[in-house]
Antibody, heavy 122, light 107 residues
């Protein structure tokens, strides 16, 4: 059974930094395309970042240059380093998987964690 | 960025009804379209991918279709567990984007 468990959220002042973690079981983080998706209260989900199994990374314009996605293969854990946090970064942050298949192309966000809440406020 | 526009924003329906939600992309997304169900306080759940492929474990009363830039999620015979918010999402081009959501309410 796949489990994704996010931790690291909390209350942070604007301009501060947080590091989110996503501990995975039942799948190997380094062999998958792993992503972060966030959802502000009452809003639609927003894709934040992806890291490919080969290491390539991509970011939403709203976080590029401030957020960094990474992984620790030995701990089977995904990270999101968030710097220069803004009020508009307040959201629940979810760790998700994108399944890459040969015949069906990609299957996005088939597994999700429970999310971790980040509140940016002074 | 590709804009995803869903309609309606809210839908009132009864158990047993057939429900249809539409999602329009601002440009061609080559059927790289997914549908999710979300209940309050929970993560979204994948229902449909590649516009019409049913995710494993999802009941067959859910189906998807696409024509050009318009995609449709249909729920035949709405069940009590189906009252939720539904989102479409394109994964053709970064940044991947979601529709604004359709809330299915009890009539």
């Amino acid at each position: 059974e796949v489990q994704l468990v996010e931790t690291g959220g909390g209350l942070i002042q604007p301009g501060g930094s947080l590091r989110l973690s996503c501990a995975a079981s039942g799948l190997t983080v380094s062999s998958n395309y792993m992503t972060w998706v966030r959802q502000a209260p009452g809003k639609r989900p927003e894709w934040v970042s992806v890291i490919y199994s080969g290491g390539n990374t991509y970011y939403a314009d709203s976080v590029r240059g401030r957020f960094t996605i990474s992984r620790d293969n030995s701990k089977n854990t995904l990270f999101l380093q968030m710097d220069s946090l803004r009020l508009e970064d307040t959201a629940v942050y979810y760790c998700t998987r994108v399944l890459t298949t040969g015949s069906s192309g990609w299957i996005p966000f088939d597994f999700w964690g429970q999310g971790t809440l980040v509140i940016v406020s002074s | 960025d590709i804009q995803m526009t869903q309609s309606p924003s809210t839908l009132s329906a009864s158990v047993g009804d057939r429900v249809t939600i539409t999602c329009r992309a601002s440009q061609n997304i080559n059927s790289w379209l997914a549908w999710y169900q979300q209940k309050p306080g929970k993560a979204p759940k994948l229902l449909i991918y590649k516009a019409s492929s049913l995710q494993s474990g999802v009941p067959s009363r859910f189906s998807g279709s696409a024509s050009g830039t318009e995609s449709t999620l249909t729920i035949t015979s709405l069940q009590p567990d189906d009252f939720a918010t539904y989102y479409c999402q394109q994964y053709d081009t970064y940044p991947w984007t979601f529709g604004q959501g359709t809330k299915v309410e009890i009539k």
